[in-house]
């Protein structure tokens, strides 16, 4: 079974000059060997929380536990250098004077020159930089670089790894690439991590449990199809899904809205709301006397990304296989299989 490994109980910072809480109640859990998505918009607080769990901030209120010990609450604090923590940054931070080797070996201590360089060999070949040791900084990709940062971090064997962005300097090619090696980097060694991400689509693809931030707050922690299939508000399924939503009406089991009533199994209380469809789920039939009409098209190579235009003006996308090409100027009826839909209250 998983073991917890860190542990934050309605962890909570206030900097003195601001009026909200850069981080408000958070409390989540990250198990043994867990990567744990941090996902939000800029300036909710992932860096802050991530700070905090590193040790270089204080907290308000609240406890964080790592391995079952207290490392910070209102009357303890035990410094960065005593946490057992790896971080990595989103600008590498790279010492420019040492080489490949030198870098990763700087933060082993306490231990022989032997089993130096046989943890930096080893740590050098898990992030496939083998024959690149003697190499400076500046002689190496930005996607290299960002690989020594990571076996700089690793070396030591940190109980957690934290990294904030650390693929949001590279190109798009690169990014995704290194995405999924650094996961597969992050269970080759075992290590629990927690990846800061404002990339919905990356926060979804390396994590085994993601949480999403807003304003300080966590809004939803769950697995990345929970997150994706269950959103928990309006705002978690805006920002990671982008999906659209409609205001309804309810008489029955029908929901009712300006582009058509579609059938929703679920109890709700509420008898108006908003539905949620996400883009992939609308259905386009193209049809003389239907409300809606295609604005724009565009080609996106596996799918084409609809703009639609209801009777009140309102916008909304749809993304379909270009197998089925609707030009512009065309009038669609909407469906969507019902078990995609989800209400919110409005
Ligand atoms: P980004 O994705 O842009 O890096 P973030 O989600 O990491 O954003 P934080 O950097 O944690 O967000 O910032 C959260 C809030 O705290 C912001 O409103 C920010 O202005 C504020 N903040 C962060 N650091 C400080 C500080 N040292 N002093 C005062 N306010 C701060």
Known sequence: ???????????????????????????????????????????????????????????????????????????????????????????????PHLNVAENVAFGLRNISKQQIQKRVAEVIELVSLKGLEKRYPYELSGGQQQRVALARALAPQPQIMLL??????????????????????????????????HDQEEALAISDIVGVMQQGHLEQLGTPEEIYTHPASRFVAEFVTQANFLPARRQGNLWETEVGSFEIPVHHNN???EIMIRQEDLILKPTTDAPVVIRTRRFLGREYQYCLQTPSGKELHARTMTNTALPVGTKVQISIASDAVKVFPG
């Open 1 to 95: 079974m998983q073991q917890a490994i860190l542990h934050l109980q309605n962890v909570t910072k206030q900097f003195s000059e601001s009026t909200y809480p850069a981080v408000d109640n958070v409390s989540l859990t990250l198990q043994q060997g867990d990567v744990l998505g941090l996902l939000g918009p800029s300036g909710c607080g992932k860096t802050t929380l991530l700070r905090m769990i590193a040790g270089f901030e204080r907290l308000e209120s609240g406890t964080i536990e790592i391995g079952g010990q207290v490392v910070c609450n209102t009357s303890k604090y035990i410094p960065a250098e005593q946490r057992d923590i790896g971080v990595v940054f989103q600008d590498y931070a790279l010492f």
């Open 164 to 197: 904030d962005e650390p693929l949001s300097n590279l190109d798009i090619q690169v990014r995704l690439r290194l995405r999924e090696e650094v996961r597969e980097i992050l269970k080759a060694a075992g290590t629990s991590a927690i990846f800061v991400t």
């Open 271 to 273: 008898d108006t709301g």
